[in-house]
């Protein structure tokens, strides 16, 4: 039996200051009191807008023209949305229900952006009818999209999804070969199609991978031209790297890390790189300042006049919420705790992926620092019977033993935390999310239509 030996260093998140100034004011109970105890997920427009802004300016700034699409899947809260139709903003969706909720939220078709492997007809159907933009990724879904677009009369706007050199067996993507020849169809497929340019996504977090493709992928722009293609854009995709945690912290844990930090051993073998220089919309800068054959990148984009586009998720949602968990128990186990909150570890989706959300939880007590309170150090679980409705396996360190009556807190949990893999598992409501504005709030409704900005 593994028994926890040792304290693992902390983690503290950083966070925008609205965070900690909510939850010392009495907002956060009475939020929780109104939602009936919990859990709920407390989200941050404001926040959210800041970072689209960094993200448009990191363009300007380098006089690059270029729309900053929102990836979606990341957060499904309406909230967001209505960020997303400022200029040069728009949302990426990968599904009808997705495309229907940002139409429906008042971005228009030409801001979205349709990717996703094979989309099924239906999709592109509603895509082509709202003048969308396209990032095809297969020959036969170029044919379907020309089929489409000739039967309502349109032209689709197609961006042709190119498979990095970097990752030769991803299933998303044109090969070099298949390329080739889809550059020709379009030719062929006369008005039904305009190839308005190419995209990639790529894994990791590199400034400088995604400036050498997109070097590429001007070259590709070129090619398209001769053929007679208006070609003028490239999509980047998303990946911009968000930092949760500082460089020291980070770096201290990840020199030691130990079997003996985790609850029953369970050191996660990869984990998201809670920290990472540049981020956010320093990354873009880094991207669009890198030298490619002794130009920067943005300098070429300017020479070809070609836009940029970009669809980060993760980035745009970095400090723009986080999770609150009432606290239902706390036992005791061999030389720590585990503490059992009320909601399922799905709603901290890091760790269904044999992963770990690390940034340290933060206790609110009931009634405040208490006499006698004494750090502890504890793993902390979801509500149901399954053994691993785990939402930290790390024995984190807490000023007080929790309580029932205390709330947990997960910071910065928009990201791809709080609704990625929610499910109505024991039958239980999906957590409320709470849009915070200054010292107002409401819960999320799908379409914020009574409340015209
Ligand atoms: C998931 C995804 C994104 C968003 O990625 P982030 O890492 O959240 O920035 C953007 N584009 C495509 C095609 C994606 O699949």
Redesign the pocket.
């Known amino acids: 039996m593994v028994v926890t030996t040792a304290l693992s260093p902390p983690l503290p998140a950083i966070e925008r200051p609205w965070a900690p100034r909510l939850r010392g004011t009495p907002l956060l109970r009475e939020i929780a009191h109104a939602v009936g105890g919990g859990p709920f997920h407390v989200i941050h427009p404001a926040t959210f807008a800041e970072n689209l802004a960094a993200v448009v300016g990191a363009l300007a700034a380098e006089d690059v023209p270029g729309v900053v699409y929102y990836?979606k899947?990341?957060n499904k809260a309406a909230a967001w949305l209505r960020e997303c139709t400022r200029p040069a903003t728009g949302v990426?969706v990968?599904s009808v229900p997705e495309l229907v909720h940002a139409l429906g939220n008042g971005v228009r078709g030409e801001a979205i952006g349709v990717?996703?492997a094979a989309k099924s007809d239906g999709l592109l159907w509603l895509a082509l009818r709202h003048h969308c933009l396209l990032?095809v990724d297969a020959a036969d879904e170029l044919e379907r999209v020309a089929a489409q677009a000739r039967g309502l009369g349109v032209t689709a706007d197609v961006l042709l999804r190119v498979r990095p050199p970097s990752a030769p067996t991803s299933r998303?993507g044109f090969s070099p070969v298949d390329l080739t020849a889809a550059l020709g169809r379009c030719a062929d497929l006369g008005d039904s199609v305009a190839l308005r340019g190419f995209?990639f996504?790529l894994d990791g977090y590199d400034p400088v991978a995604r400036a050498e493709l997109a070097a590429q992928l001007i070259q590709l722009c070129h090619q398209a031209r001769a053929l007679g293609h208006p070609a003028s854009k490239i999509n980047v995709?998303?990946?911009?790297a968000v930092s949760y945690v500082t460089h020291e912290d980070w770096h201290r844990f990840q020199e030691n890390k130990d079997d003996s930090w985790f609850h029953s051993g369970r050191n996660p073998l990869r984990t998201y790189p809670y920290h990472q220089s540049p981020a956010g919309a320093a990354m873009v800068t880094a991207m669009l300042r890198h030298d490619t054959d002794g130009v920067p990148l943005a300098g070429r984009l300017r020479d070809a006049g070609i836009e940029l586009l970009l669809?980060?998720?993760?980035?745009l949602l970095d400090g723009a919420g986080f999770s609150v968990f009432p606290v239902q128990g706390c036992k005791d186990s061999g030389d720590h705790l585990v503490t059992t909150v009320a909601g399922l570890s799905m709603s901290l989706s890091e760790q269904w992926k044999a992963s770990e959300f690390l940034p340290d939880p933060i206790l609110v007590r009931a009634g405040g620092p208490q006499v006698g309170d004494a750090p502890v150090r504890t793993a902390v679980a979801g509500s149901s019977c399954l053994e691993y409705d785990v939402l930290t396996w790390r024995a984190v360190r807490l000023p007080a033993r929790p309580a029932a009556g205390d709330l947990l807190v997960y910071p910065n949990t928009a990201?791809?935390q709080m609704d990625k893999n929610e499910s109505g598992f024991h039958q239980l409501p999906l957590p409320p999310k709470v849009v915070v504005a200054g010292d107002r709030w409401h819960i999320d409704a799908d379409y914020a239509i009574q409340e015209i900005p």
């Open positions: 990836g899947k990341a990426d990968a990717t996703g990032a998303f995209s996504h995709g998303g990946g911009i669809e980060p998720g993760r980035a990201g791809y």
